[in-house]
């Protein structure tokens, strides 16, 4: 049996709801990755609650990668999420450069905010953070909104053009990652994510159908089958078709949900997984 390639996700840990690590975790595990994580923070439950507790934990990153290089501990893949201090955005920017010259593959899912607003609780100041995350990834899949404070770009009311989403995937880009994904964005009046692909130079858009409702953690669960599929060898604009019609599976059949600020438990529809 062929090795499946390790994966470290350095992202907050939320006590109480399905989002970062917790969303990712169970798909990567369940898809026979081996899964490992360095917390950015410890948060009691999703912002959007109004009330939430923050413990940071930039000092245990300083720790512990020292111990990591000298044990010789390495990863094939590094997922990033969110940062919450300066200090942490160089340290771990840091690590995954260094990584990346070891054949490491880096993913970085800028998380910021959604539906035209940043989420409770992130500032402008991290979003200045998070540039400087995406420019050492292999790969940045950022939504609409986050793209747009990325490269402070206006962000549209009404849908995009393909010419302009074009320009939006090279303002990306242009910061200095190398593949791009712009989910949750609107094309030519259709429901789209828009993409880059630098080992062929293709740009290409995929269509899907909207649910309505805001879920947190989706993105996460797209993060995680992305990449999954991604680490299989599969091409991006595949492995993105298949995120994208099994997160739309996932929000479908929990569409009724009362609390969506928790998140999806995951672990419920791991069957749906593909």
């Not at 360095?38 to 009691?44: I, M």
């Not at 609650?49 to 390495?74: C, R, S």
């Not at 992130?122 to 990834?137: E, H, N, P, S």
Request: aromatic letters at 10%; hydrophobic letters at 40%.
């Amino acid at each position: 049996m062929t090795e499946k390639k390790q994966i470290l996700l350095i992202n907050d840990v939320a006590g109480h709801s399905k989002v970062g690590m917790g969303a990712m975790i169970p798909v990567l595990s369940y898809m026979g990755y081996p899964t490992f994580n360095l917390p950015t923070a410890l948060v009691s439950n999703t912002f959007d609650y109004g009330k939430f507790n923050i413990l940071d934990t930039t000092e245990f990153i300083k720790g512990t990668l020292p111990v990591w290089e000298e044990l010789g501990f390495g990863f094939d893949a590094i997922c990033t999420g969110c940062m919450f201090s300066d200090e942490q955005t160089r340290l771990v920017s840091d690590y995954c450069r260094e990584q990346a010259t070891k054949g490491t593959t880096i993913f970085v899912d800028p998380i910021l905010g959604d539906g035209g607003r940043l989420y409770n609780g992130m500032t402008m100041a991290q979003v200045g953070l998070m540039r400087k995350m995406v420019a050492v990834a292999d790969l940045t899949f950022p939504n609409y909104t986050e793209a747009a404070y990325l490269t402070d770009s206006d962000i549209k009311a009404e849908s995009l053009t393909w010419e302009e989403a074009v320009a939006l995937l090279d303002k990306v880009r242009a910061i200095g990652c190398k593949s791009v994904l712009i989910t949750s964005c609107e094309i030519n009046g259709e429901h789209s994510v828009a993409g880059y692909n630098h080992f062929d130079n293709e740009y290409f858009h995929l269509e899907y159908e909207c649910i309505p409702g805001l879920f947190h953690g989706t993105g996460d669960l797209f993060s995680a089958i992305i990449i999954a599929h991604l680490l299989n060898g599969e091409p991006l604009k595949q492995s993105t078709r298949i995120a994208m019609d099994t997160v739309y599976r996932l929000i479908w059949l929990n569409k009724d949900l009362t609390d969506k600020n928790r998140g999806i438990l995951i672990e419920q529809y791991l069957d749906e997984l593909k």
